[in-house]
């Protein structure tokens, strides 16, 4: 029981606020968007990289996913 | 063995055609009615049944499609990355990768990924002739002090499209294939993904689809055993400000079949007796996770990037996940980044630190024991262009320098280390070269 108030908190601290953020589309005008494609502000620039992190750590923990990274095809999990 | 899972919400059905596409879209939307039914702020989001989510989630993906923009393709290049993972479990592991990217047409491009993980571990010449950090087993042949223990092969191609016409166009979507073999376990995986730019193309919509077959032969079984594994995705990305993008991430998987390590020992202990048995998990797994990320730029020359995630799945694993990076142009030159990530996660309900008595399931895996790990980050970039020197000359080539220390802690010791802190090292130089 305690587990599902944790997680619908979570959700709701976490989720609800970006959920609700997106719904405010179309802010951003094309010639304002200088900053946002400088590589550092792209999420995952380099998937290669992102493979490489994800990869160790899906094989160290319990989790996985939600992470814009993907690795797998390994028999160490 | 049977699963004790209830069925599982999800009925997936072929995924053919534009109801394919409706399904994925659904997901998330099913996932937050099943989520926020009981907040009546959320009034949008009433609702708790799959056919209602799928008509909202075409109902969206129809009105995304009526303000569509065109997208790009990845770059041509060649990567190449020489990554080595050493821990204090004494597992070495060196994993070199090459990856290769380039159109044939305005709308195509194909690439071709190789990687090989090259393994060695003194606990692979344990007793137990296993290796209990990274399940791999020593090979048939080969082996010993100057060898590597084990050889993993990787090859994966790629396709990305475009959409020029059609209902979809100004989509893009991609399909990967990936096969891997080592000599106790092969896998294909097949993954398939869909994007969208809309609303002036601050925001992006990605649905994702991954299906894997596995197969488990391991060196001291005679019998071979399958795993499945499906998991859709679904990501949003959004421009909120000049400074400010933001993104909301989900996954499910559901993994059946085989998910045990054949290798792992489960030592019985009833009075002065010990016995050991096989590990014994549930056949069927099913995983969901949610993330949200920010990156705000800070002046000219920083961003800020804060991700939080929040994973749970059937066998009571739940987890909680930081993590924070900080980037700096060091002029044109290079780029620092910095980075932390804060991990803690609960215990499997079939987790014990110790079985007095044979069970339904046992499990002596770390991974399903409850801890928590930190982990920390330097990358250095490097941008050709701005050295007078041979390689770096060439304004075409980056070079990357990535190192991360790594700290895991358990509540109770690993089965085979008996090590209850876990400090690995991973450095990893890449090189880029863009044509």
């Known amino acids: ?77 | 063995m049977k699963s004790t899972l209830p069925a599982g919400r999800f009925n997936i059905p072929p995924l053919r055609g534009v109801r394919g596409v409706l399904w994925l879209a659904a997901i998330p939307f099913e996932f937050l009615v099943s989520h926020f039914d009981s907040l009546r702020a959320a009034s949008f989001f009433v609702g708790n049944n799959t056919p209602l989510a799928l008509l909202k989630g075409g109902i969206m993906c129809c009105l995304f499609i009526a303000s569509a923009f065109a997208q790009d393709l990845p770059q041509d290049e060649v990567q190449v990355n020489l990554n080595s993972y050493f821990d204090n479990f004494n597992v070495q592991i060196y994993y070199p990768t090459i990856a290769v990217t380039k159109r044939f047409s305005d709308s195509s491009s194909v690439n071709l990924r190789y990687l090989v993980d090259v393994i060695s571990a003194a606990s692979m010449r344990s007793y137990f002739a296993v290796d209990g950090v990274t399940s791999a087993t020593t090979k048939a042949e080969g082996g010993g002090d100057n060898h590597p223990d084990e050889v993993r092969q990787e090859a994966a191609i790629g396709f990305n499209e475009l959409l020029q016409g059609g209902l979809l166009k100004g989509g893009s979507f991609s399909l990967n294939a990936l096969y891997s073999r080592e000599h106790d376990y092969s896998s294909f995986t097949l993954a398939g993904s869909f994007s969208y730019l809309l609303a002036k193309k601050n925001t992006t919509l990605q649905v994702g689809m991954v299906r894997s077959w596995d197969r488990s032969f391991p060196q001291i079984r005679t019998w071979t055993r399958r795993k499945e594994v499906y998991t859709p995705s679904f990501t949003l990305t959004q421009a909120l400000t000049p400074k400010l993008i933001a993104q909301l991430l989900f996954s499910y998987n559901r993994t059946s079949g085989y998910i045990g390590d054949p290798y792992q020992i489960v030592q019985v202990i009833d009075g002065g007796q010990v016995r050991n048995f096989e590990t014994t998990v549930p056949d069927q797994r099913v995983r969901k996770a949610v993330g949200g990320r920010l990156n705000y730029k800070l002046g000219q020359q920083s961003a800020l990037n804060l991700a939080l995630r929040y994973y749970w799945d059937s066998w009571d694993v739940n987890s909680f996940t930081t993590s924070l990076l900080w980037q700096r142009h060091l002029g044109k030159a290079a780029t620092l980044g910095l980075g932390y990530r804060n991990y803690f996660q609960g215990r499997a309900y079939f987790f014990k630190p110790q079985y007095a008595a044979p069970e339904l399931y046992m499990t002596v895996d770390t991974k399903l024991e409850r801890g928590y790990s930190n982990d920390y980050e330097i990358k250095l970039t490097l941008n050709g262009g701005c050295y007078r020197l041979p390689v770096l000359s060439n304004p075409n080539v980056q070079l990357n320098v990535l190192m991360n220390l790594y700290h895991r802690h358990s509540e109770t010791p690993d089965w085979h280390s008996r090590y209850q802190d876990l400090f690995a090292y991973i450095f990893s130089f890449g090189a880029r070269y863009r044509f």
């Open chain 1, 1 to 77: 029981m305690q587990d599902g108030r944790l997680r619908k908190t979570l959700l709701l601290l976490g989720v609800l606020p970006l959920a609700a953020s997106f719904t405010n589309c179309a802010t951003v005008q094309p010639w304002q968007r200088g900053e946002l494609a400088d590589p550092i502000m792209i999420f995952n620039e380099n998937p290669i990289e992102a493979g490489i992190n994800e990869h160790y750590l899906d094989y160290r923990e319990g989790s996985t996913g939600a992470t814009g990274a993907q690795s797998g095809g390994c028999g160490c999990g």
